[in-house]
């Protein structure tokens, strides 16, 4: 079984769109995170929930609304698309301590034509 | 704030050569570290942590990395590099004491090319 599963893997799309991503975990991990990471390949958080509550918002723009239903899922959703957010999103997991080590997904690649 | 840098952002090697990836971390209190790979398409997986006393940690794939206080260094190492160890290889840091939430904070990132 897959750890942290995202989907879709790729998705293109055009400016101005709206998407989500989806993400779960079988970890009971606590703690979830949304990376990304850029063409350059630097990775930068964007997003943690602690049990459905928000605890890391990391200068996001408004478009980027992470939810999380629950505490085994988080999911991305971006509205207004535009260029400069193709990149690839990952999702994460952990016991939120920072001891513990984070469990990565496989990453979405967005790209916005 | 804390950062952390890699130095050289590609770094090749011949097959059966030493592996050497820097890393360095600014924090006034020395994090937690990490080391990650990611493969061409594929998402992160952890090489090895530093969360404790043992300054010198050995992790998968016969990697390991010694953590030096006084020169704030994580550098990641392997006696004999192998073509499968072409990767994408991550230093990042995480904070410690009460309130740290796990978030990571990465590197630059360094490409790993072993030439036959």
């Known amino acids: 079984d897959t750890a942290v599963s995202q989907t879709p893997k790729y998705l293109v799309t055009q400016m101005g769109n709206d998407k989500s991503i989806k993400c779960e975990q079988n970890?009971?991990?606590?703690?979830m995170y949304w990376y990304k990471q850029d063409s350059k390949k630097f990775l930068k958080i964007m997003f943690s929930?602690?049990?459905?509550?928000?605890?890391i918002n990391e200068t996001v723009p408004n478009r980027f609304s992470p939810k999380s239903p629950d505490k085994a899922h988080l999911n991305l959703h971006i509205n207004s698309l535009e260029l400069g957010d193709s990149a690839v999103y990952f999702c994460a997991s952990s016991e939120g301590d920072g001891r513990k080590v984070a469990f990565f997904g496989q990453g979405t690649r967005l790209t916005v034509v | 704030a804390q950062s952390v840098t890699q130095l050289g952002s590609h770094v090749s090697v011949s097959e059966g050569a030493l592996v050497l990836l820097r890393c360095n971390y600014s924090?006034?209190?020395?994090?937690?570290l990490f080391w990650y790979v990611q493969y061409p398409n594929q998402g992160l997986q952890l090489l090895l942590k530093?969360?404790?006393?043992?300054?010198l940690v050995k992790g998968i794939n016969g990697f390991e990395a010694e953590f030096k206080k006084s020169e704030t260094s994580f550098h990641l190492t392997k006696p004999s590099a192998h073509m499968s160890d072409a990767a994408e290889y991550f230093c990042?840091?995480?904070?410690?004491?009460?309130?740290?939430?796990?978030?990571?904070?990465f590197g630059q990132g360094t490409t790993l090319q072993v030439k036959p």
């Open positions: 970890l009971g991990h606590d703690t």
């Open positions: 530093y969360t404790s006393a043992a300054t």
């Open positions: 990042a840091v995480s904070d410690r004491g009460s309130g740290n939430t796990g978030k990571l904070i």
């Open positions: 924090s006034s209190v020395p994090p937690y």
């Open positions: 929930y602690n049990n459905k509550e928000l605890i």
